[in-house]
Nanobody, 116 residues
Framework: VLLVESGGGLAQAGGSLRLSCAASRSIDSFDVMEWYRQSPGMQRELVASRNNGGSIYYTDSVRGRFTISRDSAKNTVHLQMNSLKPEDTAVYYC???????????WGRGTQVNVSS
């Protein structure tokens, strides 16, 4: 399974970016698809998650600003990021799982830089 992120780049504080994660198989077949991010010197953190049942989770720092969505026809998951802040600067990774105790799938990441 391949996951390929795109849409990263440079944005000003208050601006928006839309990340995409294209999967090499049907995204409806995954148990969960998620976005993580990692800043230099920091642990990778879960940003947003959507499971196959439709349940959605956001970490507190992005709730109300970021939206995770999916386009099953294109096997793509998106992360719409609005009202960006400098602290959102990180490499953003797409993650997919077939369920607990199964091998996770990761993309290579896309860099997001937010200037103040």
């Amino acid at each position: 399974v391949l996951l390929v992120e795109s849409g990263g780049g440079l944005a000003q504080a208050g601006g928006s970016l839309r990340l995409s994660c294209a999967a090499s198989r049907s995204i409806d077949s995954f148990d969960v698809m998620e976005w993580y991010r990692q800043s230099p010197g920091m642990q990778r953190e879960l940003v947003a998650s959507r499971n196959n049942g439709g349940s959605i989770y956001y970490t507190d720092s992005v709730r109300g600003r970021f939206t995770i969505s999916r386009d099953s026809a294109k096997n793509t998951v998106h992360l719409q990021m609005n009202s960006l802040k400098p602290e959102d600067t990180a490499v953003y990774y797409c993650h997919a799982s077939d369920g607990p105790k199964t091998r996770p799938y990761w993309g290579r990441g896309t860099q997001v830089n937010v200037s103040s």
